[in-house]
């Protein structure tokens, strides 16, 4: 059954979609230059790239606001296909996932790609982030884990300090409940924690990717990227 937040954010994910379509015919037809001719081309360039990252900061930034009122939504989506979710990590991409594209793609050499003209320097640097976010990766991962045990954990404390508190007027089932809803709120504080740590790894890792590359270089990798990942 469809809840409100995942209607709301269905909405806008179709439209979101849809202007990053839009966005990837322009990266593509940009991506067929092989050099910068003009100041005006550089900045038209500049701009377009601009847009892409701004467009991607919206998508989080509503995300965040909806996932605040019922973050389950965003663990269990109804926007994306069964194999999508299957592959999802913490409700989105994998960071990592970006460098088997950027590794991809220098060596089948994808014609045309600036992409498989990337310098030692900056080959360097990209190998260098890629062992950060791996790093972020398994924290993000941890935290998972250790949000799982705080819950059992503090279902168990809360037992312990109800039990000697019930009341013959209160009913099993009322005890029940409160439980339930104890562990409840911790669980989806923590999911909402972990969700934004594996989104600030995704937003790093398109920063750091960006700024190791050339204007063109960042569009050739901006239209790979839109074209493999949705979310």
């Known amino acids: 059954m469809k809840g409100r937040v995942g209607e709301r954010f269905s909405e806008f994910f179709e439209k979101w979609?849809?202007?990053?379509?839009e966005y990837l015919q322009l990266l593509l037809k940009a991506s067929e230059q092989r050099?910068?001719?003009?100041?005006?081309?550089q900045r038209e360039i500049q701009t377009?790239?601009?847009?892409?990252?701004?467009?991607y900061k919206d998508y989080f930034t509503i995300k965040w606001c909806l996932a605040h009122e019922d973050v389950l939504a965003f663990f269990c989506p109804i926007w994306g296909s069964p194999l999508e979710n299957a592959y999802s990590w913490f409700t989105g991409w994998k960071p990592s996932?970006?460098?088997?594209l950027i590794h991809s793609t220098g060596i089948n050499r994808v014609p045309g790609s600036s992409l498989a003209e990337l310098t030692q320097e900056q080959l360097g640097k990209i190998e260098e982030l890629r062992v950060k976010i791996r790093l972020e990766e398994e924290k993000v991962e941890r935290e998972m884990e250790r949000q799982q045990v705080a819950v059992a954990d503090r279902k168990m404390f809360e037992l312990v300090r109800l039990t000697g508190r019930v009341r013959d007027s209160e009913t099993m089932d009322q005890f029940d409940g409160r439980l339930v809803e104890v562990a409840l709120k911790g669980l989806m504080a923590g999911l909402e924690k972990v969700m934004k740590a594996a989104d600030c790894v995704r937003?790093?890792?398109l920063k750091g990717v960006l700024d190791v590359l050339t204007p063109l270089q960042c569009v050739n990798f901006l239209a790979a990227t839109n074209a493999t990942l949705d979310k």
């Open 17 to 21: 979609i849809c202007q990053l379509d």
């Open 35 to 41: 050099v910068i001719n003009t100041v005006c081309d």
């Open 48 to 55: 377009l790239v601009s847009k892409v990252t701004q467009h």
């Open 97 to 100: 996932t970006i460098f088997k």
């Open 203 to 205: 937003l790093r890792t």
